[in-house]
């Protein structure tokens, strides 16, 4: 088994030093980040290597689920009440009388630190919280206790973020840092090998992909066209089925059904033989449009699958969709991809109508924030990932603005003639 681990270096080796002894069967991968959004991109090879991701930090950690996509188990170290007593017994050694001390902290939850102070009976004078937002950068927390120092309102920073702490002791101000004790990491430790087994065990149920075999020029082709085609066709797909240890029948006019697993279907050796099979097809004028489905029978995977193709085949372009556990996931392989869900509870209902859109469009851009990690989309963008056209996405988020839940904040001019095209941030 194999676990990255990533965050600041300080952290990182706080982490490995905790665990490596109490797990010698598991090979620990260490990748040390000094900044966020410049360094998370350079981790894409992690995808197929890692069974499952501890971060040092929920920043670090949202940050790998909005920029690379992986599909492993994930957790991440959090500050409780022994990361707080452990930071304050330390700003104790320096400060003869802590009640009288105004302190900046960030990360940790309001409500837990409260909690931990009034439980063990430590009476400061100011608190002042940053707790964690997805929009908020390190820079952020940064200024933000910048301020608050230069203008008295804080003595102090207790900070859970590395780049932040060095940057103060660096200026020789007041800081402490906010870390994962042992206890908690170890705890979090169990977590993420209770996900990774729940994750394998899902990975043996059965993966059923539909292949619908898309021509060019059907109505020109003659029967030996026909029969060529078919024999190169029936030669890729048997090729395949060996590469995936299944088998495939027809199942329908030109629509083929693979049956194999999902664990082998999600390997990285699958998607290269499958994209190439794609490129084989598209050789002999053909295209194709794929569904994918997984459930624990074949019968609950076919009619996955059947509805994740029923997606792919929308404006005939061909593509790859993914449909298991009530989510939409695809395209796959194309930038474009994000993830939603199709299941709708009564919350979500009222919820979609109150914000003047209907559960499915609501359920598709939140997707996209959690997908692209931001909240700011032009009207092309939102046209070209939801597939349709840019007519079709002002008259969906007309009523959002008008009920307050988006706004347009800027026109992006067009390098070509027309109208220019706004940009709208969505609130929710």
């Avoid at 400060?95 to 902290?105: C, T």
């Avoid at 952020?140 to 008295?152: A, P, R």
């Avoid at 007519?391 to 839940?405: D, F, H, M, W």
């Amino acid at each position: 088994m194999k676990i990255a681990i990533i965050g600041y270096p300080d952290s990182v080796k706080k982490i490995l030093k905790t665990l490596e002894p109490q797990y010698s069967h598991i090979v620990f991968l260490p990748y040390e980040i000094k900044q966020l959004r410049d360094s998370v991109e350079n981790l894409k090879d992690l995808k197929g290597r890692v069974d499952g991701v501890f971060s040092t930090g929920i920043g670090v950690h949202s940050e790998i689920v909005s920029k690379l996509g992986l599909d492993v188990p994930m957790v991440y170290s959090n500050r409780e009440a022994g990361s707080i007593l452990k930071a304050l017994w330390e700003v104790r050694e320096n400060y003869s009388n802590i009640n009288d001390l105004k302190i900046g902290f960030d990360i940790v939850e309001k409500e837990v630190l409260l909690d931990t102070l009034d439980e063990f009976g430590i009476a400061l004078d100011k608190v002042d919280v940053q707790e964690y937002k997805e929009d908020k950068t390190e820079l952020d927390f940064l200024d933000e206790h910048i301020k608050n120092l230069s203008k008295g309102e804080v003595h102090c920073i207790l900070t859970a973020f590395g780049y932040v702490y060095d940057y103060f002791k660096s200026k020789k101000k007041p800081v402490y840092r906010l870390q994962s004790t042992k206890n908690e990491i170890s705890n979090q430790m169990k977590v993420l090998l209770k996900d990774i087994k729940i994750n394998e065990n899902s990975k043996n149920r059965i993966g059923i992909k539909i292949i619908k075999i898309i021509k060019k020029n059907k109505k020109e082709e003659s029967e030996k066209d026909k029969i060529v085609f078919e024999k190169s066709l029936n030669e890729i797909f048997l090729r395949y089925s060996k590469n995936i240890h299944g088998n495939y029948q027809e199942f329908s006019e030109d629509e083929y059904i693979f049956f194999t697993t999902q664990k082998i279907l999600e390997t990285k050796e699958n998607e290269i033989n499958f994209l190439k099979i794609v490129n084989e097809i598209y050789s002999l004028g053909a295209k194709v449009a794929v569904g994918i489905g997984y459930a624990e029978n074949i019968q609950g995977a076919t009619i996955n699958a059947k509805k994740a193709l029923n997606i792919s085949l929308v404006n005939d372009k061909g593509e790859i969709f993914l449909f298991s556990d009530n989510k939409i996931r695809g395209p796959l392989y194309k930038k474009t991809r994000f993830d939603y869900s199709t299941k709708i509870s009564e919350n979500f209902e009222k919820e979609a109508k109150k914000i003047g859109i209907t559960p499915k469009y609501l359920s598709k851009l939140r997707a996209l924030h959690e997908t692209f990690g931001k909240r700011e989309f032009t009207s092309k963008e939102l046209s070209e990932i939801l597939e349709i056209t840019e007519r079709s996405v002002n008259r969906i988020i007309k009523p959002i603005i008008l009920s307050g839940y988006a706004e347009i904040i800027e026109y992006e001019v067009c390098a070509s003639a027309g109208r220019p095209r706004r940009v709208i941030k969505f609130n929710f």
